[in-house]
Each structure stands twice: as structure tokens, then as C-alpha cells.
């Protein structure tokens, strides 16, 4: 891509509901070239993070709100936009996930913010993410209902999975059925 034409890139950051897992990802909108960031409260190979205050306010009474959540995930954006860089939160989901979009006019400023996101990422993030997670997770009863409304779901679409786990129907059935009974079970 010449460095004329700039960069763009897409963060994710999110927690699959029910099946209790976080991950953070990185699209170059560009060359559609997926390529792994640290997860929330991992510091990148390289990247001098230091803790910030903010995260002693937001879990000083044990807790972080869905609101805090919000207030954490923006701050990581100002903290980029501080730095000199482009950055947004284009999203922000009540699991605790969200999507930042960073970009520069060429290749190298387009790193330069990705870098900067890594960087307040880890410094706001470290300990606020983790703890809104496992604050907000649901129980193991839960999730065993979640798993049963699926498989309940699938048979419903005429699927011949009843008395199967969860983890055996995705296996014999469409991904596109699984996934649109995983999104619809509460």
C-alpha cells in the first residue's frame, strides 16, 4: 500500500457474553490482514505502560459500573488523542466491550497510533477490564440455561440434536443456526 494512501485500523475489544471469554483483535481496514493485539491488562512487547489513576477512582469501592466500563473505554481514546493521534470509540457494548478505530495519514502515523492505543490500553485497562469481567460474568447456572435454550432452539429450527451438549450441536449442525440460537437464547 504506498504510505500516500494512510492506514486505518479497527480494535476490538469484547467479551463473548455467555461463553465468558475476552479478546482484543486489530483489522487493518486496509489490507483486511487480521493481526493479534494484547489483551486488555497485558502490556505489548515494547510498550512503556505505567498504571493510571484512573483505575485506582474506578475500583476504589470494588466494584465498575457499566458506566465506569464507558468512562475507562473513552478515556483510553483521549489518552491516544493526547499523544497527538486519531482515535474513537465506535462502539461500546454493555459487556464491557467496545470498538476503537485509530488511523493516520501514512503507514508510520498509522502505527504510531496503534502503539499509542497499546500503550493507554494497558495503562487505563490493566485491572478495571478484568475486574468488570469477572464482576459482570454470568453464573455457572446461567450460563447451563444459556446451553439448554440453544440446543432447545436448534431442535426448534428441526435439528436432530436433542439430549445433546451445546458443544456436540455446534458440531453437526449449520454455524449460521448455532449462531443465530447462541444470539437469541437469553
Do not use: W
Not at 15 to 39: F, K, M, W, Y
Request: aromatic content about 2%; some cysteine.
Amino acid at each position: 500500500m504506498p504510505a500516500s494512501m494512510g492506514k486505518s485500523a479497527l480494535i476490538t475489544l469484547s467479551c463473548i457474553g455467555l461463553l465468558v471469554g475476552c479478546t482484543a483483535s486489530r483489522t487493518p481496514a486496509a489490507d483486511q490482514e487480521a493481526v493479534g493485539a494484547p489483551s486488555p491488562g497485558v502490556t505489548a512487547v515494547g510498550v512503556d505502560a505505567q498504571r493510571d489513576p484512573l483505575q485506582d477512582e474506578l475500583l476504589a469501592d470494588g466494584a465498575v459500573s457499566t458506566a465506569e466500563m464507558e468512562r475507562a473505554l473513552l478515556a483510553v481514546v483521549t489518552c491516544v488523542q493526547q499523544s497527538g493521534h486519531s482515535a474513537e470509540l465506535v462502539e461500546f457494548n454493555e459487556d464491557g466491550g467496545g470498538q476503537f478505530q485509530t488511523s493516520g495519514a501514512t503507514t508510520e502515523e498509522a502505527d504510531a497510533a496503534e502503539a499509542a492505543l497499546d500503550r493507554c490500553r494497558a495503562e487505563i485497562l490493566s485491572d478495571v477490564q478484568p475486574a468488570y469481567n469477572l464482576e459482570h460474568a454470568p453464573s455457572e447456572q446461567e450460563i447451563q440455561e444459556h446451553r439448554e435454550k440453544v440446543v432447545d432452539c436448534l431442535v426448534g429450527m428441526g435439528h436432530d440434536v436433542a439430549g445433546l451438549s451445546a458443544n456436540e450441536a455446534s458440531e453437526l449442525v449449520p454455524l449460521p443456526d448455532y449462531i443465530a440460537c447462541d444470539e437469541s437464547a437469553p
